[in-house]
């Protein structure tokens, strides 16, 4: 079973990748709708313009064990996030927005780079903010030998439409599900609509990709190639959220 992206003719990339690099001149990539024009790298919440910055990426061995295999999942750290958790524990990136500014090609070259590590697969950590950046170097890596499937490693803050272009090129969405009021997302991730934006993107995943699959890649080792792998923090007093979460993902 390989990638999802294989069953497109890279045209149709770039073509996504065009459509969702316009939407930077009026930017509405993610729900906080800032409307900045980042082609000329002017920025506002997520402190990102024209190109994507990268903090680190390397095979990571901390992920959930159908991520990481043995080999380690293949995963690029976006600088900067579009949410302001206050309980963030990588402050250094998504918050000081720490990194390297890289072009397309650089990008498609990092994604290569952990292939050959061996990486069972590519991981985009925190991508909300550059999925435009993300679809312009897909292309550019495909070309250039990328056969690893796609791990959209998200707050779940995320628009409809770049969900919409990112249809039938991921393989596995991994949405963290934070909060579920709006009292405590506006108090903890400074984003008061989390809840109903979190919400409708997982209705979005599922309806794209369906539940998590998992494949015996050696004996003694599943490893994900399709579907959503949800998580959620416990958070100390809030254990309705907790609660009203879990009740919605059997529900849905």
């Not at 313009?49 to 043995?70: I, Q, V, Y």
């Not at 890289?102 to 780079?113: N, R, V």
């Not at 979190?198 to 050696?218: D, I, P, T, W």
């Amino acid at each position: 079973m390989g990638p999802r992206y294989r069953d497109f003719d890279v045209t149709e990339i770039r073509r996504r990748a065009a459509l969702a690099v316009e939407s930077l001149r009026e930017c509405r990539v993610c729900p906080r709708d800032c409307r900045v024009n980042r082609l000329e790298d002017e920025a506002r919440v997520c402190a990102t313009g024209r190109h994507a910055k990268l903090s680190t990426w390397f095979p990571h061995f901390g992920e959930e064990d159908c991520l990481r295999g043995r080999r380690g999942s293949g995963t690029l750290f976006f600088a900067s996030c579009n949410l302001k958790c206050v309980f963030c524990q990588n402050h250094d990136t998504s918050q000081a927005g720490h990194g390297r500014v890289l072009s397309p090609q650089a990008l498609a070259a990092a994604m290569l780079e952990l292939q050959s590590k061996g990486c069972h697969n590519i991981n985009f950590v925190t991508p909300e903010h550059v999925v435009p950046q993300l679809l312009e170097a897909l292309p550019i890596a495909i070309e250039r030998g990328l056969t690893l499937p796609l791990i959209y490693n998200t707050s779940a803050y995320d628009s409809l439409e770049s969900l919409a272009w990112l249809d039938g090129l991921v393989d596995v969405y991994m949405p963290d599900f934070k909060l579920w009021s709006s009292e405590a997302s506006k108090r903890y991730l400074k984003a008061k609509d989390y809840p109903q934006v979190a919400r409708r993107a997982l209705v979005e995943m599922q309806r794209q990709v369906g539940s998590l699959e998992l494949v015996e890649a050696a004996p003694g080792l599943e490893l994900a190639v399709s579907g959503v792998l949800v998580r959620h923090l416990v958070m100390p007093g809030l254990l309705d959220e907790t609660r009203a979460i879990l009740e919605f993902l059997a529900r849905e």
